[in-house]
Nanobody
Framework: QVQLVESGGGLVQAGGSLRLTCEASGFTFSSRTMGWFRRAPGKERLFVAAITSNGNTLSYADSVKGRFTISRDNAKNTVYLQMNNLEPEETAVYYC??????????????????WGQGTQVTVSS
């Protein structure tokens, strides 16, 4: 049974930091590109960051470059998202997802076939 379980969300003030964690099981984690997406209230799900299976290639949405860092630990089947200098507009549910690819990154949600339930991040002004 495939599972992606996110944690680490919460309430933080603008300018603060959070580290999201996603623990995976039920599939070969080390063979999958992993990504993070977010959905703000009333808006569509948007790409945030992704990392290829071996960690050699990273991709970020322009809006988070320089502030967010994605990483993974294949020994622990875990992917992380370090978020610094958070802004109120980044209040959203953050989702972890597993892609169907191994060494490439496609930022479309359609390229990811396994999804977690999400973790709420609220940034107060």
């Amino acid at each position: 049974q495939v599972q992606l379980v996110e944690s680490g969300g919460g309430l933080v003030q603008a300018g603060g930091s959070l580290r999201l964690t996603c623990e995976a099981s039920g599939f070969t984690f080390s063979s999958r590109t992993m990504g993070w997406f977010r959905r703000a209230p009333g808006k569509e799900r948007l790409f945030v960051a992704a990392i290829t299976s071996n960690g050699n290639t990273l991709s970020y949405a322009d809006s988070v470059k320089g502030r967010f860092t994605i990483s993974r630990d294949n020994a622990k089947n875990t992917v992380y998202l370090q978020m610094n200098n958070l802004e109120p507009e980044e209040t959203a549910v953050y989702y972890c997802a597993a892609s169907q690819s191994m060494y490439s990154i496609n930022s479309s949600p359609n390229a990811f076939n396994y999804w977690g339930q999400g973790t709420q991040v609220t940034v107060s002004s």
